[in-house]
């Protein structure tokens, strides 16, 4: 039993701020400060002052992105704790590049709002360099699931 807390411990230990160089949990605060003042900029103004038919057009899209923006605060104080948190944001917006924004470019047809769009979705570019792709390597790919039972 303490052998196997023990191996959970040092498992935990492997992927904590301390397996990260200062410099790599400075870029990654770095990150949640774009994630969080980006949002907070463009997206909590919405939240906070809409209309019915803004809330009925675009309030869920809306609202994810703003709890996005309030997790990303979190990412100050747990910066290698959220990467999650920039590994969704870099996954949903491949999905959308790839998904809708290459299809319509192909089609030649991309208007001035998927132009913003695309504007918006590429800032996340930024994130690339800064995320400890070795630290993410070894914690979702390489170390071993938690149990099922």
Sequence with gaps: MLE?????QMRELQFS???????????LRLCYLILAA????????K?????????????IQVSLLAGIGACAVIGF??????????????IWKTIYMVAFALPLWRAHQITNAVK?????????V???????????WRQYVRERGERWR
């Design 47 to 59: 939240v906070i002052h809409h209309s019915a038919e803004f809330a009925l057009s675009r309030g």
């Design 38 to 45: 980006g949002l907070g900029a463009f997206v909590w103004p």
């Design 116 to 124: 913003d769009d695309i504007s918006a979705v590429f800032m996340a």
């Design 77 to 90: 104080k747990y910066p290698v704790r959220m990467i999650p948190l920039l590994l969704f944001e870099l």
């Design 17 to 27: 701020a301390r397996a990260v160089p200062l410099w790599r949990l400075y870029s």
């Design 4 to 8: 196997t807390e023990i191996k959970g």
């Design 126 to 136: 930024v994130f690339l360099p800064l995320i400890p792709w070795s630290a993410v």
